[in-house]
């Protein structure tokens, strides 16, 4: 069934969709208050002394993006009430409690009044259009990666990165730019150097940045060079050698094999300072932001925080560019429309940091973002945050926020 945009059911479902949101924040909030990772659902329902079935369904809403899961999936108050009484007992605040209390009221009470009863809106939601593409997209992806883990050997559970853009430290007038990637759950099967991390002079979209790259971190310790956030990495780490490759510092996973569940996560932090070198530039073209997909991984989430001085239109739009048959793209509006891939997910914006930065996927996010805070020198409130996820992301590809000029 195809949705008429000018119908009151899109309006009751884009209000349900911001209330079903800030429900899953309130129960991320609550698992990280509760020093709980509903991503271990046995070992958080010992801890909590309910139902591993409760705690596997919060973990499935708080990792998804999408409306279907949550009506089918998001637990009422018969299911929550004894989750809630466990963290009041494990030291949650009440504002926490009370918050979630006051989201799943006001999650239900939508439903009933637009909608009828649950299972009206999961027949609803089943029918749409939007639905079957965005499933038919995710099988095609996943048969992709799991061809490309058997012919390379390599996988990683979560590519995670962090962006904030930022008035220029040394020049306001100027543009900073701060990352954190990574790998969440790194394994390889095969004894054949993989990249990790490639450091240049130029961005994936073959655009030079005006000044070299820095460490985020300046006590950090490096890896030739590699800023490390050691906190976030695995120890011990995995053998990294290091080349150069057309200006640019490559760094290879290598050495031997692990065990069969061996995994790491590996963490860097980089700052570009005036990377855009004026707000007319700004006004003209915008600010795009990307990130580099090339390794088969199970999901892709990146967070882009922009200042709330920093004069573009939000929310910004996200692009997927192909790798595989364009190689040096320009930073056009032309070359995005000639590599695109087709994506049905979009960004969607998260508030309350850190805490509402929270996934199972990715459960030390918070204390990621309160270190990043820490270094960049600003407070969680001077950012809009936007979060981009997608299941088994196409590679090799750049992902691209685009926060366009305004009007």
Not at 123 to 141: F, M, N, P, V, W
Not at 246 to 274: A, Q
Request: hydrophobic share 40%.
């Amino acid at each position: 069934m195809e949705l008429d945009p000018q119908s009151n059911v899109l309006d009751s479902l884009t209000n349900l969709r911001e209330r079903s949101l800030a429900y899953c924040a309130d129960l991320s909030a609550l698992m990280h208050s509760a020093g709980v990772d509903p991503g271990r659902t046995r070992w958080t329902a010992r801890q909590l002394g309910v139902s591993p079935n409760v705690i596997w369904r919060i973990a499935k809403v708080i990792a998804s993006n999408d409306m279907l899961t949550n009506a089918r999936e998001l637990p009422g108050r018969a299911a929550m009430d004894p989750v809630l009484s466990a963290c009041r007992e494990r030291g949650v605040s009440e504002e926490i409690i009370e918050a979630v209390n006051a989201s799943l009221v006001a999650y239900h009470e939508a439903v009933i009044r637009d909608f009828g009863s649950r299972r009206a809106l999961v027949l609803l939601l089943s029918g749409s259009e939007g639905e079957d593409i965005t499933a038919r997209q995710e099988k095609s992806r996943r048969q992709f990666f799991e061809g490309g883990c058997a012919i390379w050997g390599v996988q990683a559970r979560v590519r995670l990165n962090q962006i904030f853009v930022t008035p220029g430290e040394r020049n306001p007038e100027l543009l900073d730019v701060a990352a954190i990637p990574g790998y969440i759950g790194l394994r390889r099967f095969r004894c054949h150097p993989w990249p990790l991390a490639i450091i240049g002079q130029l961005d994936p979209l073959q655009q030079p940045f005006p000044t070299d790259p820095e460490p985020l971190d300046p006590e950090a310790e490096t890896v030739d060079g590699l800023p490390l956030l050691q906190e976030f990495c695995s120890k011990p780490l995995p053998e990294l050698r290091s080349s150069e490759l057309d200006g640019c510092r490559r760094y290879d996973w290598v050495g031997e094999l692990g065990g069969p569940d061996t995994e790491f996560d590996l963490f860097y932090g980089l700052r570009i300072r005036n990377r855009f070198r004026s707000r007319e530039h700004m006004r003209e073209s915008g600010i795009n932001l990307s990130t580099t997909l090339t390794t088969p991984v199970e999901r892709v989430i990146v967070d882009c925080h922009i200042h709330r001085s920093v004069n573009v239109a939000l929310p910004p739009t996200v692009q997927l560019m192909d790798r595989m048959a364009a190689q040096a793209p320009g930073d056009g509006d032309s070359s995005f429309e000639q590599t695109a891939l087709p994506i049905s997910e979009s960004p969607r914006e998260i508030g309350d940091l850190p805490n509402g930065a929270m996934t199972t996927h990715a459960p030390m996010l918070p204390r990621l973002l309160e270190r990043a805070f820490d270094l960049i020198g600003h407070s969680a409130d001077e950012f809009r945050s936007y979060r981009f996820e997608m299941s088994y992301p196409p590679y090799p590809a750049v992902l691209v926020f685009r926060c366009r000029p305004l009007d």
